[in-house]
């Protein structure tokens, strides 16, 4: 590889030069350099002078890498660690593996295309001035000897994250470069449930069966049939007792682990300075589309093995959603309000200039401490919540520590963590070494370079024989761990520790390197995790809608975002992001941020409208010709006008049709003409066509002086028929047809209290819990089919398989003979309804199986356990007396005179009664002593109207489900 410095460009009249130190500056600091692959290989002499260059010129980088990352605070351990590690990679003769990385790096930062080192290659100093990564490696404690050392044997390897809708191009740029490019080949294996599914299907075995045997096995990561066995009683059981299960399995166990199909490695590519058919041996896949992809025919670790560079391009969609979130700011705010959005910003610096944004803000840290990060990259799952919650995080290290520790293994320290954060619980001292190295995750030994650190300099063990330890600790490589271990022993006694103490010390070591995390890599991401965090505090509908935009081809994912808009918080401590649905005139291609027409565009203000794309049979040809034409003609006034102005060979009726479901004309013609509009369609359609036969017979006369008049400025302004609105529940329905789901309202929101009051699940907590767990599911029933028992009393008997739906998710549900035949007239499509019955597990996805169906208007009458009295004991309202006490006796008498009343057709009375009592501090729940009340309205109006403004009562359902 050789390196051309090129003269700079002349700068345009009246530009001053950039500052020294700015992103300009170094950027075009950068653009003085060319990397350019060899045409072919030189001899022994010259390829010295070139790798002599290739380390002059990353150093000329480096140097002005680090003024650009410190300016003028430049301190010796940035310098030292940088001359380091330069020598390191000069004497290992890899500079030029650094270039290459940065320069497709550069060319992706020169198009916008955002990209970010991950992995071990965070923890350079080389790669955090060439803009690589972007974590100091001092700062955060991160060894380059976790990436390469003077006496490792392996190539190292920089993984680089793109921006996923660049990537591609990227990947172009580099084999129109370099040439002798392939992409690396993978070898699917047969895994334990894989085998059982395909032994199944062609020993005929029932799917129940094989569903079963897969529930089984369980989805643990690399678990085979064989360990299976020897944990799970049960599947030894169905082994020993059906002789066609046991063939089955034995037949799985002797094909589990060959090599059963071929595939194309996600990133890896292979880049060399002579064509590669020399090389390595090649074959064409097509699995990424119609184009032949060349690929190796040795998988990743045969090709380093054999000396070939292998270079990692992961697409990262958290770039994509970043990088959306910063076009749709600077294309819907000015610069003064984006300016304006982050009050503590340094005067004269660019808020969306993420690599300098404060990293100790607190009203970001706030967003992770209130645990709001749906959106938010590595921390929006259930269970980092509820450790954000216990952990309470106030700096970036906690962070860091959070997205290390939520791991099986070092998971069971958590709570060690924040006990040990929030002061319950002291932070042992071990030795000045270990207590220095453990500070900032209060004395747990988190990460793999924290135990490197303590074996080095405790231990006198070298940094590189620290990270050999550590890798012979995951593979249980007891040789390489005695041999440390004597060392490390004697090491630490010198400095201090005893037989004892040091021996005791370094079983933890085992214990903790075993699952220590790589803290490069969690510093990396956590601090792309905290740039979302920091972009949906300032600018949150702008990123709500870039995060919409890269979750609208998951339909789960999409409803899931939708619904957490509305519990997005604002500037301004309001709450909720509106979500509306596609609009003709206001909508482009994907989600977007608009604001009415007297708003101030400020970044706490708009709502995020659907993309037209997001139409269902709207395609990327349709809705660009819909935009093309409202740009050259404005706002469409009507859907004749719409017809008139669109090519209708491209937007079809099925596209417009679908459009007028979605909502998309509802700004023009109302909500309640969309069956109207429908049935307008057709003739708009044929208007539209006339016109569009007269404009071209016009142009054609426009050749012998005739005029363009085709009169259908008429045509736009007629009125739609008169037929009557869908009702709410068919609007519904004609919006989820063309969205694929409801978008301006959900079925269940009219029901929402009554929901919460007498379901005890959502579907997302309900297959959550184990199998046989009671529940009560208030839903939507989305879809029926019904097929015949084939088993049981009555073989043949009808039964059915319902789909159900909330808020949260969906799932799948059985209504056995018996059920179905009680239930199936309330059994309608569309219909909200709860479900009681049990927890299904048998299968590899949880069920529901359904015991009883109640409609909403029964829900009260049959599903009440109790009866629950709201009282307000604030000091504002018990303020004079004890107005409280007086209430608690009144309302004892009360349902003293009701207990004669009857129990409702329930044991002892009625429902149990309970007193949630608001206080200046707290909420308490308390039982009524035994009181029962029946379920009526007469008694609830009487109790209200005694509480008057002091409270009021409702009924409620059965409490969540317990633990087992």
Sequence with gaps: MRVERLAAEALPAGTDQPKPGSTAWFDRFCAGYRVEPLAELPGEEEL??????????????????????????????HRQRLDHELAVLSGKRISAYFLIVWDFVNEARKRGIPATARGSGVGTMVGYTLGLSHACPVRYGLLFERFTDPDRSEYPDIDIDLCQDGRAEILEYVREKYGYVAQIITFGTMKARAAIRDVGRVHELPLAQVDRICKLIGGELGVTIEQA?????????LQD?????????????????????????AAGLVIATQPLENLVPLATNRSQGSRDVLVTQWDGPTVEKMGLLKMDFLGLTTLSIIERCRQLVRETLPPEAIAAAVPDAPEGRDPLDLDHIDLADRRVLDVFARADTAGTFQFESEGMRNLLLQMKPDRLEDLVAANALFRPGPMALIGTYCDRKHGREATPQVHEIVDRHTADTHGIMVYQEQVMQIVHELGDVPLREAYTLIKAISKKSRKTINAAKQRFLAGSQEKGLSKVQATRLFSLIEEFAGYGFNKSHSVGYTLLAYQTAYLKTYFPVQYMAAVLTYAADNTDKLVHYVDECGRVKLPGDRAGIEVGPPDIDRSGVRFHVVFDPDEEHASANGHIRFGLSAVKGVGEKAVRAILEARSEGGPFRSLWDFCRRVPLQV????????????GAFDRVHGQDQRAAMLQALEPAIKAGQRAAADRESGQASLLFGATDESGTEEEADQDLPSVPPWTPSELLAHEKEALGFFATSHPLDDHRELLQRFGNVTVEQLKKLPADTEVVLGALLGGLRTTRTRKGRNPGQKMAIVQLEDRTDRIEGVLFADAYAEYEAA???????????????????????????????????KLSRRLRIHLDGTSAVAVAGNVLGEDLERLRDLLDQHRHRGSNGRPNGGVEVEF?????????????????????????????????????????????????
Excluded at 919 to 943: C, F
Aim: with cysteine; proline share 4%.
């Design 48 to 77: 010295a002078a070139l790798h002599a260059d290739c380390d002059k010129a990353l150093r000329e980088l480096s140097e002005a890498g680090l003024v650009w990352r410190y300016g003028d605070r430049i301190e010796d351990a």
């Design 229 to 237: 066995l020897e944990r799970e009683k049960e599947l030894k059981e």
């Design 241 to 265: 007792e059906d002789e066609q299960i046991r063939e089955v399995i034995a037949t799985a166990q002797k094909l589990e682990g060959i090599t059963r199909h071929s595939g194309v490695h």
């Design 651 to 662: 937007v079809n009726r099925t596209a417009i049709d679908a459009l007028i479901k979605s």
């Design 827 to 861: 059994l309608d499509r569309g219909a909200v309804l709860f479900f009681t019955g049990r927890v299904d597990r048998r299968r590899e996805d949880p069920n529901l199986v359904v015991g009883k169906v109640i409609g909403v208007a029964e829900a009260e009458a």
């Design 916 to 964: 949630r009592i608001e206080l200046d501090d707290m909420t308490v729940t308390a039982g009524a002593n035994g009181s029962r009340a029946p379920i009526d309205d007469a008694i609830r109006h009487e109790i209200d109207e005694l509480l008057g403004a002091r409270g009021h009562c409702e009924y409620i359902g059965p409490p969540p489900p317990g633990p087992r």
